[in-house]
């Protein structure tokens, strides 16, 4: 593992400091996580370990910085303006799920001034306080890495079952959900595993949106500064060609799909 798990570390970072968020940066004017325009928080400390991850300088539960919950909401609601009716505010990571007992007073203040929520997740957890949170979320983004247990073990270092019972437990809820999947050639773009993911899913009434996010290295340059052993560095992007015949795949189970 090129980070080392920090499972003890987990309700420490939820509970403590509770007037106080970690975030590892802030977006304004965010386009691509959730409808128009959106403020979008990237917390700090996630658990899984995904072999292509963009962002592995916020895995460290210990790193980023605090920010008061007051001092976001001000910023949300000064960019207000901006959102219109479609856009808001967007909480994503690392995994915020982390840091859920924080994020629900902070979603109960941008309900009250009128803005809303989009929460992006691996679907880390699911406990009361999650339940909570998802409660007071607008839109879900949930990130289902992999269909196929094993091989979601083998990219994330973690097994899938947590994810895909946060995915029915949004269902049963009846609030809105967008899944995401980000497609690397020789690891998540197998076709019999894509018409697997399709029939798990092709019945959830609250999927409004399937995005696909094909595997790019933009993020290469951050492992190097780490110095982390990055496996997928000669990993290439998918094709045109293959990402339209693997989103036809998706197009078969779902009306709305899109392409990132």
């Known amino acids: ?3 080392p798990e920090q499972s003890q570390h987990d309700e420490a970072l939820n509970n403590a400091d509770i007037d106080l968020l970690r975030i590892h940066s802030l977006e304004t004017f965010g386009t691509h996580d959730g409808p128009g325009i959106r403020m979008v928080i990237f917390v700090q400390g996630c658990q899984f370990r995904c072999l292509y991850c963009q962002n592995p300088d916020t895995l460290d539960v210990h790193g980023g910085s605090f920010i008061p ?11 207000k303006l901006f959102f219109a009716e479609t856009g808001g505010v967007t909480v994503s990571g690392g995994e915020p799920l982390l840091q859920r007992a ?7 203040k941008l309900h ?23 409660d007071k979320t607008d839109i879900l983004l949930l990130d289902v890495k992999h269909i196929n ?9 973690l097994k899938n079952k947590t994810t895909l019972k946060v995915a029915k437990y949004r269902e049963q809820t009846g609030k809105a959900m967008w899944l995401r999947y980000v497609l690397v050639p ?5 076709e019999e595993y894509l018409h697997e993911w399709g029939q798990y ?5 609250t999927v409004e949106r399937v995005e696909i996010i094909p595997f790019h290295q933009m993020g290469k340059h951050k492992w190097d500064l780490l110095n982390f052993e990055y496996a997928f560095a000669d990993v290439t ?7 339209q015949k693997k989103t036809a795949i998706f197009q078969q189970y779902f009306k709305n799909v899109v392409v990132k």
């Open 102 to 108: 924080k994020l629900i007073p902070f979603f109960e």
């Open 69 to 79: 919950i007051d001092e976001l909401v001000q910023k949300a609601i000064n960019q």
């Open 1 to 3: 593992m090129y980070f």
């Open 201 to 205: 899913f092709t019945d959830f009434k």
């Open 186 to 190: 020789g690891w998540t773009d197998q």
């Open 149 to 157: 247990n094993d091989w979601h073990k083998k990219l994330t270092g």
């Open 112 to 134: 009250l001034n009128g803005i809303s929520t989009c929460l992006d997740s691996n679907g880390r957890v699911l406990d009361e306080q999650t339940k909570e949170l998802l």
């Open 237 to 243: 992007s998918p094709t045109e060609e293959i990402i």
